[in-house]
């Protein structure tokens, strides 16, 4: 039965009732697909709508995999493998480790300068990522609906702060100063991750809960996954760029090609990857901007989320406060949207004093009394806010492909 003749009968056959009042946003792109290949890293493309392009070379054989009983075996190889220039375990399917080895190679446009300079800069500026990459673009995840609900009815979603400190991984990876070099671990991440979503493209249409929730009948296509990285690196910089945060040209553009490196090895067609910050920008306009909108999934997702903090610092990391971060960074629309409380301090504090607290950081305002208090609250705020990540990736962590959906 294909894909589609298995929705309908899922549909049909009276599963209807089964997630209850489940809220359908709408999260399809409204317009076509415009953004011309031109602007991505191969400079040309056949400029096929990505929301119909999913990843054939790893769909199938993941695919194969899991029906074939293979996966448990496959996994416990694959937790000894974490380095990027290990070598893969002995005893892997011969098709998977084909794969695998294609998948791990750096595209041929890779320039190791500029993976180097990212480095520099993910060490410069370490703190106001770490807190972007967990309040802009973990906030954000929340309320990309197709992944609220992907991830929400995929085995992962039964445990969301294990699947938060899985994603944070890739994060801390690509932010670490062996990222991409033989002894560092982003390219297993990636590798492991294109697997995975391979994985979930084969189970969640077999899931009844996603097939009700869901407007697509296959998840995450390379518009989808786009989305997401446009929520992590283009966010990202976006408010780096409006905290007026000094970043010199060469550090955006290596900051940048870190991500597009990975956008490659997540599987992502190179005519899809955006080769500069405008044509990130301008694609981010057309499938990020639209779509964002929350839903009962997300809504739990954030609340998660939002409570991580207390395992570090109950006072200042307590939910409201993390929520009147959320709702400062990502805005009204979307805070009220996830149901975040407002919180009469920290609300207007962030509002008044974040930009000029940024500018003395950075020297830009001349010396201020060190403990001013304002300024001290927000130092002490952002010092701890990097850390609630840090903090849930102590233990080794292991991503492992999925053999079957959320149990509801
Ligand atoms: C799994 C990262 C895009 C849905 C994962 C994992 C990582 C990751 C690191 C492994 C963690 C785990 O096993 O729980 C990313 C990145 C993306 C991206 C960096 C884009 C740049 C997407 C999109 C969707 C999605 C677009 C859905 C629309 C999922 C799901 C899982 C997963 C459902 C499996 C969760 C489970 O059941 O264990 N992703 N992802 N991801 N991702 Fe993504």
């Known amino acids: 039965m294909d894909r589609l003749n298995?929705?309908?009968?899922?549909?049909?056959?009276?599963?209807?009732?089964?997630?209850?009042?489940?809220?359908?946003?709408?999260?399809?792109r409204a317009d076509p697909w415009t953004w011309s290949p031109e602007g991505s890293v191969a400079g040309s493309g056949s400029g096929v709508d990505p929301m119909t392009v999913w990843d054939p070379e790893a769909d199938e054989l993941v695919a194969g995999l899991i029906d074939r009983g293979e996966v448990p075996k496959v996994n416990e190889l694959l937790r000894t493998w974490t380095r990027n220039g290990e070598a893969l375990p002995a005893g892997l399917p011969?098709?998977?480790?084909?794969?695998?080895?294609?998948?791990?190679?750096?595209?041929?446009?890779?320039?190791?300068?500029?993976?180097?300079?990212?480095?520099?800069?993910n060490k410069k500026r370490g703190l106001y990522l770490g807190v972007l990459y967990g309040f802009a673009s973990g906030m954000m995840s929340t309320v990309i609906p197709k992944e609220a609900r992907s991830v929400y009815y995929s085995k992962g979603g039964h445990d969301?702060?294990?699947?938060?400190?899985?994603?944070?991984?890739?994060?801390?990876?690509?932010?670490?100063?062996?990222?991409?070099?033989?002894d560092g671990e982003m390219i297993v991440t990636c590798v492991k991750t294109r697997l995975v979503h391979a994985a979930v493209r084969h189970l969640l249409p077999q899931s009844p809960h996603w097939v009700h929730s869901a407007e697509e009948d296959i998840p995450i296509s390379q518009n989808d996954i786009m989305v997401t990285w446009h929520s992590l690196p283009t966010t990202v910089m976006k408010h780096l760029n409006s905290w007026r945060v000094p970043i010199p040209a060469h550090e955006s553009e290596a900051?940048?090609?870190?991500?597009?490196?990975?956008?490659?090895?997540?599987?992502?067609?190179?005519?899809?990857?955006?080769?500069?910050w405008p044509d990130a920008n301008a694609q981010a306009a057309q499938i990020l901007d639209p779509i964002i909108a929350p839903t009962p999934e997300g809504t739990?997702?954030?609340?998660?989320?939002?409570?991580?903090?207390?395992?570090?610092d109950l006072s200042i990391l307590s939910k409201p406060i993390l929520?009147?971060?959320?709702?400062?960074?990502?805005?009204?629309?979307?805070?009220?949207?996830?149901?975040?409380?407002r919180e009469p301090v920290w609300d207007p504090l962030l509002q008044v004093a974040w930009g000029p607290f940024i500018a003395v950081r950075?020297?830009?305002?001349?010396?201020?009394?060190?403990?001013?208090?304002?300024?001290?609250?927000?130092?002490?705020?952002?010092?701890?806010?990097?850390?609630?990540?840090?903090?849930?990736?102590?233990?080794?962590i292991s991503i492992e492909l999925p053999t079957m959906n959320r149990d509801m």
Do not use: C
Not at 97 to 118: N, S
Not at 300 to 312: M, V
């Open 6 to 28: 298995r929705r309908n009968a899922l549909k049909a056959g009276g599963m209807l009732g089964v997630v209850g009042t489940i809220g359908l946003g709408t999260t399809a």
């Open 94 to 121: 011969p098709e998977l480790r084909d794969f695998m080895e294609y998948a791990r190679r750096l595209p041929q446009w890779t320039d190791l300068g500029k993976l180097d300079t990212a480095i520099a800069f």
């Open 160 to 182: 969301l702060k294990d699947r938060i400190t899985k994603t944070a991984k890739l994060g801390y990876d690509i932010g670490s100063s062996n990222a991409y070099a033989a």
């Open 255 to 276: 900051f940048l090609h870190s991500w597009q490196v990975a956008g490659h090895l997540l599987g992502v067609r190179d005519e899809y990857i955006p080769k500069s």
């Open 300 to 312: 739990k997702l954030a609340d998660r989320l939002l409570s991580l903090g207390a395992n570090i």
């Open 323 to 341: 929520g009147a971060f959320t709702r400062f960074l990502l805005g009204d629309k979307i805070a009220d949207g996830l149901s975040i409380p």
């Open 362 to 396: 950075e020297g830009l305002l001349g010396a201020v009394p060190p403990l001013e208090d304002p300024y001290w609250l927000l130092d002490e705020f952002l010092r701890k806010a990097a850390l609630i990540y840090l903090a849930e990736l102590r233990l080794p």
